[in-house]
């Protein structure tokens, strides 16, 4: 059972819930697109339905609110640390089911990874999720072949619908301050079906890192990281420290996560100038056999959400879902 209440009376809950929580969406940020005359959609703080993007897939996802690009965990001096303050506020986003499941590989490897990460685990539990339906799919999704199609593990369910809203849930802050609602049953929308398609070989094994489908990626990757910085289960990370310029004490600094990428060159550079995976086809063999392959071993499902935003972003048109389709015939090849 669910509750039909106008988008008017839902704004002002979402006022009031603004005062305790910071609210992410996709919205459209107008003009700030490739190029000066388009926009882009992207999370952003909002304060009403208006603002959200209900109908376009946003080229980001939504993990910058949960791993900050670039974060502070610690301030230091010559003589003590002191850990950074986390968000004063908790958060509430609105995703897509890719999405939701995407913050289950999130858990998976910030919390029960054989450790858990303070600094993830301060703002995960303060984090609410609300499920924005999929009334149809975008060009680019194949997240019904992987599984990632349907949800229902969100703390409310929001559909605009004109000047009326749908929710369904049990997130109690929301629900406790809804009036004059009418009682009605409300169904997330799921597509059972993308124009985008993905067949992952049963068969799938490492031999195929022996394949030659990867050498085509020496030379169309250009290495720019972006389709690991829109990915919404990518998590890898390198540490900075800052030291500050002018200050009383020497060694004044601090010490941040930035987000960094497996694709980008310098990566896997270590000590004496060793480095693993040098040419950009082993970078594309360890990204696609992780999120196809070794996660699965490790979890039970695979770590791609068949979101597409890598397709979408790629500025050499290289399609993660047709690299996906190719692993059949490379096993074929080793095999054959």
């Keep these: 059972m669910g509750y039909r209440t106008s988008t008017a009376h839902l704004d002002s809950i979402l006022r009031e819930l603004s005062k305790e929580y910071s609210i992410y969406a996709p919205k459209t ?3 700030e697109g490739t190029y000066s005359d388009t926009d882009r959609v992207r999370y952003g703080t909002v304060e009403s339905l208006g603002e959200i993007n209900f109908e376009v897939k946003s080229e980001f996802s939504y993990k910058e609110i949960l791993t900050p690009i670039s974060e502070t965990l610690f301030y230091f001096t010559e003589d003590e640390v002191k850990v950074a303050d986390g968000p004063k506020k908790g958060a509430i986003v609105f995703v897509r089911s890719c999405d939701l499941h995407a913050v289950k590989r999130m858990d998976d490897i910030y919390l ?19 499920l924005m339906g999929c009334s149809q799919s975008f060009n680019s999704c194949f997240c019904v072949d992987m599984g990632t199609n349907k949800s229902d593990h969100y703390d409310a369910y929001i559909k605009v619908d ?4 749908l929710i369904d849930g049990e997130f109690e802050a929301l629900i406790t301050r809804l ?3 009418e009682e009605v049953t409300v169904k997330p929308d799921f597509v059972t079906e993308n124009k985008t398609r993905v067949n992952i070989p049963e068969n799938l094994s490492l031999d195929i890192m022996d394949s030659t489908m990867w050498n085509e990626y020496n030379e169309r990757c250009i290495a720019c990281g972006r389709c690991n910085f829109v990915c919404p289960t990518c998590t890898c990370f390198t540490m900075q420290d800052v030291f500050y310029e002018g200050s009383d004490r020497k060694q004044a600094g601090e010490r941040r996560r930035v987000w960094a990428s497996c694709q980008v060159n310098g990566y ?4 004496g100038g060793h480095s693993f995976r040098g040419d950009k086809g082993q970078r594309m063999r360890f990204k696609v056999l992780h999120k196809v392959y070794d996660y699965k071993k490790r979890f039970g499902y695979n770590m791609c959400v068949g979101c597409g935003r890598c397709d ?4 050499e048109y290289i399609s993660f879902s047709a ?4 692993l ?3 096993m074929k090849e080793i095999e054959g």
């Design 29 to 31: 940020f107008v003009g």
């Design 112 to 130: 029960k990874n054989g450790f858990e990460d303070f600094y993830y685990k301060r703002i995960r539990e303060k984090t609410k999720f609300i």
């Design 162 to 165: 004109g000047d009326s809203a």
């Design 179 to 181: 009036e004059e609602v």
């Design 268 to 271: 896997t550079d270590m000590a």
């Design 312 to 315: 979408d972003i790629c500025p």
């Design 323 to 326: 690299c996906i389709n190719k």
């Design 328 to 330: 059949s015939d490379g």
